[in-house]
């Protein structure tokens, strides 16, 4: 049985630092490419940011380009998001996302397995 648990989410104030962690069991974690979506009220889902299998690429969304740091470490089959300089607009669900082919991909439809999302609000 898959699973991706997210966790280190909570409550930020603006322009402080957060790091989410996604830690996955049931499936080869270094053959599967990692993303971060996120999820505000009454909004869509939005590509955050990835990495590929060997967490050697990394891909962002415009919105957190400079911010948001993607990383993974195969050992412990965990995927991390570092974020700095938090904003309110930040505030949301954050998702986790394993893809088989191990090709990093901005499309939430490509991906094949979700944790159940951990939220992060930014305020004061």
């Known amino acids: 049985q898959v699973q991706l648990v997210e966790s280190g989410g909570g409550l930020a104030q603006p322009g402080t630092p957060l790091r989410l962690s996604c830690t996955v069991s049931?499936?080869?974690?270094?053959?599967?490419?990692m993303g971060w979506f996120r999820q505000a009220p009454g909004k869509e889902r939005e590509f955050v940011a990835a990495?590929?299998?060997?967490?050697?690429?990394?891909y962002y969304g415009y919105s957190v380009k400079g911010r948001f740091t993607i990383s993974r470490d195969n050992a412990k089959n965990t995927v991390y998001l570092q974020m700095n300089s938090l904003k309110a607009e930040d505030t949301g669900v954050y998702y986790c996302?394993?893809?088989?082919?191990?090709?990093?991909?901005?499309?939430?439809?490509?991906?094949?397995?979700w944790g159940p999302g951990t939220q992060v609000t930014v305020s004061t």
């Open positions: 990495t590929t299998s060997s967490g050697g690429s990394r």
């Open positions: 049931g499936l080869r974690f270094d053959t599967y490419a």
């Open positions: 996302a394993a893809q088989g082919t191990g090709w990093a991909t901005r499309s939430a439809d490509e991906y094949d397995y």
